[in-house]
């Protein structure tokens, strides 16, 4: 196994992007990089800087939870000034190059769960939060931060481990912290340029999803939906029928599956 400590000298050598990580910014603990790449957006930082750290104190979910970043694990924030019309699909490209990364590194097969969990073996092995600021109709940034559960053991978890999961419990040996860090700014580079060029990349999504055709209870806001996963639209929602005939379209939410 190559390098396994992150730092910037180590994310930076070879790696071969052109603008995502071009710029990293390596702390080794933070409260959460969410908020420190907020204050790097006031500076302006460049598009495509790289906020990491090895262990985050505060680290956030969706939905207002928690997310335990200890040692071990790659929790990561990259920084985008996008045009308004991309953003819908920024979970699209950091779910898929999510999905890629995994099956580059240990060639497992990773799902991704509407909208932008990635699970593994139907436990959840990375998180995506997507924060975005607009300004009128424009959108000043976009932050999307990544928590991959790369070296933890679940077995000493008691809270998650039973739907959580990580690269190395799959493979039974730890992975490198620093060549998947790198396979991931190369994945969400390409999908991001991808999306950029007109690429089909919502496509791609959609097939990977696990929720269509499931019953499904989607939490959004207060409201708890439930019905099956009918179809997803290329704005990246969900469309739920519900068992007397009727649909909802929901935009953004958390769902638990009934298989
Ligand atoms: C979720 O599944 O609820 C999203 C989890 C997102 C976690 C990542 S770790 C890097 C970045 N910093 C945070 O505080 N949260 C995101």
């Not at 999306?195 to 708890?224: C, Q």
Request: aromatic residues 6%.
């Amino acid at each position: 196994m190559k390098e396994n400590k992150l730092s910037k000298a180590s994310i930076s050598t070879n790696l071969k992007t052109k603008y995502i990580g071009q710029r990293i910014i390596y702390y080794p603990k933070l409260v959460s990089t969410m908020d420190t790449s907020l204050l790097k957006v006031r500076q302006r930082v460049p598009q495509g800087t790289v906020i990491v750290t090895s262990e985050q104190t505060g680290g956030r979910g969706r939905l207002k939870r928690v997310w335990l970043s200890p040692k071990g694990n790659l929790t990561l924030s990259i920084i985008l000034y996008p045009h308004a019309k991309y953003l819908p699909a920024l979970i699209m490209v950091a779910s898929l190059a999510v999905v890629h990364c995994i099956r580059a590194i240990t060639d497992l097969n990773a799902e991704i769960k509407w909208p932008n969990d990635v699970l593994i073996n139907d436990k959840k092995v990375c998180g995506i939060l997507i924060e975005s600021g607009l300004l009128g109709n424009t959108v000043d940034y976009s932050i999307i931060g990544i928590g991959l559960n790369v070296n933890l053991k679940l077995h000493d978890i008691i809270k998650i481990k039973s739907s959580a999961t990580s690269l190395s419990d799959e493979l039974g040996e730890e992975v490198s912290l620093v060549d998947t860090a790198q396979c991931l700014l190369s994945n969400v580079e390409s999908s991001y340029l991808a999306l950029l060029a007109g690429e089909p990349i919502y496509e791609e999504w959609r097939d990977r999803l696990i929720s269509l055709g499931h019953m499904v209870s989607i939490t959004s806001g207060n409201i708890i939906y439930e019905g099956i996963a009918e179809s997803v639209a290329n704005d990246g929602s969900l469309l739920l029928r519900h068992p007397d005939g009727s649909t909802t379209k929901v935009v953004a939410g958390d769902v638990s599956q009934r298989f």
